[in-house]
Antibody, heavy 115, light 107 residues
Framework: QVQLVESGGGVVQPGRSLRLSCAAS????????LHWVRQAPGKGLEWVAS????????YYADSVKGRFTISRDNSKSTLYVQLDRLRSEDTAVFYC????????WGKGTTVIVSS | DIQMTQSPSSLSASVGDRVTITCRAS??????LAWFQQKPGKAPKSLVY???TLQSGVPSRFSGSGSGTDFTLTISSLQPEDFATYYC?????????FGQGTNLEIK
């Protein structure tokens, strides 16, 4: 079945880095636009970044531009996001999602930024 | 950036009620509007895309309508499993944006 599984979350100190992964299965990964969306504790959904099917086009929310980098490996059917210079306000559950209208979501991975 | 405004922010209703949630875009987004349902501790679930197309497997009591700047999600007869938070999202242009959410509670 169509599935997205995030991993890589954890507790990290402010200013440090983390890389999240999203492993896909059950669909043609290499033709799909993909996204990262996050949700801070008790808050709503916030779009973070998107990447085109071939990795050529990347888009970022202003809140993460210059600190986060989205990428993909179509040979491994895996989406990534590199989180650098993390701040306390980046604490959130990070979800990956497929397609422009986000028809499939992973279960999320939790990032806690705390000293 | 396109701002998405949902109303109401919270809503109390009873099983069997008809409920409508509204989402307004700050500029024309054509039909590039999606609706999601989220339950506590769970990932969002896609309900509607292209403003009015129901995702496969979503019960027919859910319906979406609208175009341009004004959109609605309607649940024709609330069921116990429908009590959740609902979000709209525009995918007409980057940055993609979500509404602030509507918390649907049991009366």
């Amino acid at each position: 079945q169509v599935q997205l599984v995030e991993s890589g979350g954890g507790v990290v100190q402010p200013g440090r880095s983390l890389r999240l992964s999203c492993a896909a299965s059950g669909f043609t990964f290499k033709t799909s636009t993909l996204h990262w969306v996050r949700q801070a504790p008790g808050k709503g959904l916030e779009w973070v970044a998107s990447i085109s099917y071939d990795g050529t086009n990347k888009y970022y929310a202003d809140s993460v531009k210059g600190r986060f980098t989205i990428s993909r490996d179509n040979s491994k059917s895996t989406l990534y996001v590199q989180l650098d210079r993390l701040r306390s306000e980046d604490t959130a559950v990070f979800y990956c999602a497929r397609a422009a209208y986000m028809d499939v979501w992973g279960k999320g991975t939790t990032v806690i930024v705390s000293s | 950036d396109i701002q998405m405004t949902q109303s109401p922010s919270s809503l109390s209703a009873s099983v069997g009620d008809r409920v409508t949630i509204t989402c307004r875009a700050s500029q024309d987004i054509s039909h590039y509007l999606a609706w999601f349902q989220q339950k506590p501790g769970k990932a969002p679930k896609s309900l509607v895309y292209a403003a009015s197309t129901l995702q496969s497997g979503v019960p027919s009591r859910f319906s979406g309508s609208g175009s341009g700047t004004d959109f609605t999600l309607t649940i024709s007869s609330l069921q116990p499993e429908d009590f959740a938070t609902y979000y709209c999202q525009q995918y007409n242009a980057y940055p993609y944006t979500f509404g602030q959410g509507t918390n649907l509670e049991i009366k």
